[in-house]
C-alpha cells in the first residue's frame, strides 16, 4: 500500500512539474485612445487590444479632477 502510494505521489509531482505555463488573465496590449491620455474632447469610441477574447469588461471614465463621468456603455 504504501508503495502505491509513494508511486501515485512522484508521478503526480512528475505530471506537475512538466507543466505548460498557464495564464490566467487577458493581457491589454494597446487601447485608443492610449492609457492615460487625457483629452481635450470625448471620443466617439475606446478600443482595447487584448491577447486573447475577453467577457464583459469594468471601465470608468474620469475627468479631469479624477470624478468618474459618463456611461461607458
Do not use: C, Q
Request: no cysteine; net charge negative; aromatic share 8%.
Amino acid at each position: 500500500m504504501i508503495r502505491i502510494l509513494s508511486t501515485l505521489v512522484i508521478a503526480l509531482t512528475l505530471s506537475l512539474s512538466f507543466g505548460g505555463a498557464a495564464w490566467s488573465h487577458a493581457v491589454l496590449l494597446s487601447s485608443t485612445p492610449a492609457a492615460e491620455a487625457s483629452l481635450d474632447v470625448s471620443p466617439k469610441e475606446i478600443i482595447f487590444n487584448f491577447n486573447e477574447n475577453v467577457g464583459p469588461i469594468f471601465i470608468k471614465v474620469l475627468d479631469r479632477t479624477g470624478k468618474e463621468v459618463g456611461n461607458p456603455w
